[in-house]
């Protein structure tokens, strides 16, 4: 069984700094990609960032240029480095992994930017 353990979440100035990271186990299978998305009060989940397996990235238009993605395959891990943090980026962060057709999530970690 696949699972995802997530670290890094916190409060942060605005304008401040986070890393988030997330190490997968229990697969014996390759990843396809590995990403990051996140949940704001009220609204829906929305990608943050995703790298795949062959280090591909891509990126939300609101976190180009301040986010960062970056992904060890042969530890199954994936982080993402936030700078120049909004107000607008609070939300929860939720790790995810592909693996084959198969999506899993981790449990999700608060993100809070404020003064």
């Known amino acids: 069984q696949v699972q995802l353990v997530e670290s890094g979440g916190g409060l942060v100035q605005p304008g401040g700094s986070l890393r988030l990271s997330c190490a997968a186990s229990g697969s014996r299978f390759s990843i396809n990609a590995m990403g990051w998305y996140r949940q704001a009060p009220g609204k829906q989940r929305e990608l943050v960032a995703r790298i795949t397996g062959g280090g591909s990235t891509n990126y939300a238009d609101s976190v180009k240029g301040r986010f960062t993605i970056s992904s060890d395959n042969a530890k199954h891990a994936v982080d993402l480095q936030m700078n120049s943090l909004k107000a607008e980026d609070t939300g929860v962060y939720y790790c995810?992994?592909?693996?084959?057709?198969?999506?899993?999530w981790g449990q999700g970690t608060q993100v809070t930017v404020s003064s």
């Open positions: 995810n992994v592909k693996i084959s057709i198969i999506d899993y």
